[in-house]
Every structure is written in structure tokens, then in C-alpha cells.
């Protein structure tokens, strides 16, 4: 099992810079892709971002390319998304987690409790 805890979030104004960590345990990460999901209010969750763990490598939703960096930290066991440029649009709880790098997107498995992020315009 993994445990996703995640930290950060807060009310900041538009344009604004937040910082969000996800600290992993239970087991090592070198085989798994760790991602960031948000979720605002009436509308589905969807995808943020998400970086393999062995090799770095990132992919990102349209909506935040060029504004939000995925980044990791092996000696910690931490990802984080280092959010600029931020709009009420991003408005959202939200999570961390975690699937097989064997897997789609359809795998993520593992799940933090959330942190909300709130824009004020």
C-alpha cells in the first residue's frame, strides 16, 4: 500500500504562485507515475499533470501547460506542482496520486485526501 499526503494549498489572489507536496510511503516509487488531479465544485474530476518516477519524464493538461511545473524528489519521496499564473478557473481541491507506470491513467490507484486551492479574482 501507499500513503499520498498532500500540503499546500491556500487562497491566493490571480497571479499568484502556489507550491503543492505530495509525501509518499509504504513502498518505493522507481516503478510507479505520480500525478495531480483537481476537482471543482459540479464539475468531474480531471487530470493535472503527472511525472514517471524512474525517468522524469511530465505530461500535462492543455489548460495548465506553460503555467504549472511537475516536479519530484527522490531523497524525500515528495511531488510536487509548482502552480504560476494562477486564475479563479484553477479553483479546485486538489489530490495526489499514484499508479504502475505499467498502467493508463485508468490505474491510479492510490489517492491523497485533497488540499484546496482557492482564486480569488
Known amino acids: 500500500q501507499v500513503q499520498l499526503v498532500e500540503s499546500g494549498g491556500g487562497l491566493v489572489q490571480a497571479g499568484a504562485a502556489l507550491r503543492l507536496s505530495c509525501a509518499a510511503s509504504?513502498?518505493?516509487?522507481?516503478?510507479?507515475?505520480m500525478g495531480w488531479f483537481r476537482q471543482a465544485p459540479g464539475k468531474e474530476r480531471e487530470f493535472v499533470a503527472a511525472?514517471?518516477?524512474?525517468?522524469?519524464?511530465?505530461n500535462y493538461a492543455d489548460s495548465v501547460k506553460g503555467r504549472f511545473t511537475i516536479s519530484r524528489d527522490n531523497a524525500k519521496v515528495t511531488v510536487y506542482l509548482q502552480m504560476n499564473s494562477l486564475k479563479p478557473e484553477d479553483t479546485a481541491v486538489y489530490y495526489c496520486?499514484?499508479?504502475?507506470?505499467?498502467?493508463?491513467?485508468?490505474?491510479?490507484?492510490?489517492w491523497g485526501q485533497g488540499t484546496q486551492v482557492t482564486v480569488s479574482s
Open positions: 496520486a499514484a499508479r504502475p507506470e505499467a498502467g493508463g491513467r485508468m490505474t491510479y490507484n492510490y
Open positions: 509504504g513502498r518505493t516509487f522507481s516503478s510507479y507515475v
Open positions: 511525472i514517471n518516477w524512474s525517468t522524469g519524464s511530465t
